[in-house]
T-cell receptor
Framework: GQQLNQSPQSMFIQEGEDVSMNCTSS?????WLWYKQDPGEGPVLLIA?????ELTSNGRLTAQFGITRKDSFLNISASIPSDVGIYFC????????FGQGTRLTINP | DGGITQSPKYLFRKEGQNVTLSCEQN?????MYWYRQDPGQGLRLIYY???????QKGDIAEGYSVSREKKESFPLTVTSAQKNPTAFYLC?????????????FGDGTRLSIL
């Protein structure tokens, strides 16, 4: 079955640093999604990507749908304390497959 | 406010007991989903429904049951057959018919065993 490999599993950074995380897939899909989850809450959609090569921004967040259609990247610029949480990539629409998540911790 | 409401926020189950988790949405979405999340892991699909009175098994449906009698409601029952029910349960919904619309999530129910 389809698998998503998300890396890194965790990141410890200083406030103000840029962050980069990525996902790779064993299958080709038409949609990449990036969600953020705060403790005890549901995931919140950050960015949706629908075309190979697509680069989309949402404030300080930028995500790209890889040309091979098997990978995606999420970058966060100038991190702030409220960026702390777990970031998930996901593929699909009707049935989503999720990566294992990247836990972001920020030292003030 | 439009959104997805899950209740209760916390739920405790005794051995051999069935419990039902509620999920209600007022987004007029056709499709609804239930996921299970274990600590440090991603979400796994339990059941989903694309239309009223119809639903399909996801990847880990054993020990769970659902119903979809109304468009806005998709309750999940965790049965006594589910031997490891302690987890965070998330409900999602999605608008169908307009391309690959993303799923949106509720705030979850945390189920624990007494």
């Amino acid at each position: 079955g389809q698998q998503l490999n998300q890396s890194p599993q965790s990141m410890f950074i200083q406030e103000g640093e840029d962050v980069s995380m990525n996902c790779t897939s064993s299958s080709i899909f038409n949609t990449w999604l990036w969600y953020k989850q705060d403790p005890g809450e549901g995931p919140v959609l950050l960015i949706a990507l629908y075309k190979a090569g697509e680069l989309t921004s949402n404030g300080r967040l930028t995500a790209q749908f890889g040309i091979t259609r098997k990978d995606s990247f999420l970058n966060i610029s100038a991190s702030i304390p409220s960026d702390v949480g777990i970031y998930f990539c996901a593929q699909g629409a009707q049935k989503l497959v999720f990566g294992q998540g990247t836990r972001l911790t920020i030292n003030p | 406010d439009g959104g997805i409401t899950q209740s209760p926020k916390y739920l405790f189950r005794k051995e051999g007991q069935n419990v039902t988790l509620s999920c209600e949405q007022n987004l007029n979405h056709d499709a609804m989903y239930w996921y299970r999340q274990d600590p440090g892991q991603g979400l796994r699909l339990i059941y989903y429904s694309q239309i009223v009175n119809d639903f399909q098994k996801g990847d880990i449906a054993e020990g769970y049951s659902v119903s979809r009698e109304k468009k806005e409601s998709f309750p999940l029952t965790v049965t006594s057959a589910q031997k490891n029910p302690t987890a965070f349960y998330l409900c999602a919904s999605r608008e169908q018919g307009f391309g690959n619309q993303p799923q949106h999530f509720g705030d979850g129910t945390r189920l624990s065993i007494l």
